[in-house]
């Protein structure tokens, strides 16, 4: 039909280019969110651009549902200004009339943000997650920057080298600095260093140096030279336990959610079923409000738009985190935030379509009780 046609060409063209704008932006950000978390050493700088793949890999059921929500109001908005939606409620359309078509449109882009919210999302935060892991426990020779005095362990630690191999196993003119528990203090330093597996535990073996003890307990100095001295970095127990680490809450699939309903993790189950619901809901919601004066402008539709996105995303945050709390149980936080909303927007697509008025209805009411009471003896 020419009808169902030409809405569905126009929203996928409204919809494509609203995506374009909303992932360019996304991607600018959490781009520019990336390099501050290389900056700050959080983030590998040589895995930047892959850290960035899977974080936008991971917010793209958001972006699509945002991008689908403004494709229907902008295309509404631009059939009722350009006196379009007259043609069609004169040709005997009406507004329930959109809601086959639109719902034909949208199915696969909400098939698609159900799919990726329960598996794309967490896949793409445990990717995210565990190249922060191994960067973060890399050995501390391999994460000093060359020519700059670093901390590690709290601060108990200080390390200075100038790195002089590609690897990163191999330094020279190296300076540790380690505090211990009781105020004790230990200086070394040597002219060459390089990092070696022995027994499966890994070491700092240092050559042609000198260390320095500062006994707080008993107020002494004692400087001792060394021809090769080694110190352990990491055991071979400690570098295992580094991808098997637990996972964080967003990082973990959906079925372990299920088979283990502890208060946080329904509270996240919440959040994607939410993430689901909400595309469903948005596109009640376009339907209802979109403004049918034809002098009103875009800015007018985009500003409601955004504004109900991100009431809508808060209130969802919010209620994960009391779900996850123990304050609302989840089937009460769902029926609370998605169930009225979904009647509300119901409600008011069913009062558009049917024209009806507060106010006549308040005047018609007292009208026919007037009535009565007149024709009553």
């Known amino acids: 039909m020419l009808?169902?046609?030409?809405?569905?060409?126009?929203?996928a063209?409204?919809?494509?280019?609203?995506?374009?704008?909303?992932?360019?932006?996304?991607?600018?950000?959490l781009l520019i969110r990336t390099l501050g978390l290389a900056a700050g050493g959080r983030v590998n700088p040589q895995e930047i651009m892959l850290v960035l793949g899977y974080t936008v890999f991971g917010h793209l059921p958001t972006i699509l549902t945002l991008a689908l929500f403004i494709a229907i109001v902008f295309t509404?908005?631009?059939?009722?200004?350009?006196?379009?939606?007259?043609?069609?409620f004169s040709s005997g359309r009406s507004l329930g009339s959109f809601v086959a078509p639109v719902l034909h449109f949208a199915w696969p882009i909400l098939l698609v943000i159900t799919l990726m919210v329960f598996f794309a999302w967490p896949w793409a935060n445990q990717q995210t997650q565990q190249l922060r892991e191994r960067y973060e426990h890399r050995g501390d020779l391999e994460r000093v920057t060359p020519g700059q005095f670093q901390e590690f362990s709290g601060g108990r630690?200080?390390?200075?080298?100038?790195?002089?191999?590609?690897?990163?196993?191999?330094?020279?003119?190296?300076?540790?600095?380690?505090?211990?528990?009781?105020?004790?203090?230990t200086i070394t330093s040597a002219r060459s260093g390089r990092l070696?597996?022995?027994?499966?535990?890994?070491?700092?073996?240092?050559?042609?140096?000198?260390?320095?003890?500062?006994?707080?307990?008993?107020?002494?100095?004692?400087?001792?030279?060394?021809?090769?001295?080694?110190?352990?970095?990491?055991?071979?127990a400690d570098a295992a336990a580094v991808p098997a680490a637990?996972?964080?809450?967003?990082?973990?699939?959906?079925?372990?959610?299920?088979?283990?309903?502890?208060?946080?993790?329904?509270?996240?189950?919440?959040?994607?079923?939410?993430?689901?619901?909400?595309?469903?809901?948005f596109i009640l919601l376009a339907l209802a409000a979109t403004a049918s004066n034809p002098r009103a402008g875009r800015g007018g539709n985009l500003f409601f738009t955004l504004f109900a996105f991100i009431v809508y995303f808060n209130f969802l945050n919010?209620?994960?985190?009391?779900v996850a709390g123990g304050h609302v149980s989840l089937g009460g936080f769902m029926l609370a935030l998605h169930g009225s909303v979904f009647a509300l927007a119901l409600f008011w697509l069913l009062k558009r379509h049917h024209n009806l008025s507060l106010r006549q209805?308040?005047?018609?009411?007292?009208?026919?009780g007037a009535a009565a009471a007149s024709a009553s003896p």
């Open 3 to 11: 009808f169902h046609s030409s809405l569905r060409k126009e929203l």
């Open 13 to 29: 063209r409204s919809f494509g280019a609203t995506l374009l704008v909303l992932f360019t932006i996304v991607l600018t950000m």
């Open 76 to 88: 509404l908005s631009r059939m009722y200004r350009d006196s379009e939606m007259v043609v069609w």
């Open 157 to 185: 630690q200080v390390f200075f080298i100038e790195k002089d191999e590609v690897d990163g196993t191999e330094g020279r003119n190296l300076f540790i600095s380690t505090r211990a528990d009781d105020g004790s203090e």
């Open 196 to 236: 070696e597996w022995i027994a499966g535990e890994q070491f700092l073996l240092l050559d042609n140096g000198q260390r320095v003890e500062i006994m707080a307990n008993q107020g002494g100095l004692r400087v001792s030279k060394f021809e090769q001295y080694g110190t352990r970095i990491r055991a071979a």
């Open 246 to 281: 637990a996972l964080g809450l967003r990082a973990r699939p959906s079925w372990v959610l299920l088979q283990n309903p502890k208060p946080e993790n329904l509270g996240e189950l919440g959040w994607r079923i939410g993430m689901a619901l909400t595309a469903v809901n």
């Open 318 to 322: 919010l209620g994960q985190n009391w």
């Open 361 to 368: 209805g308040l005047v018609g009411w007292r009208s026919r």
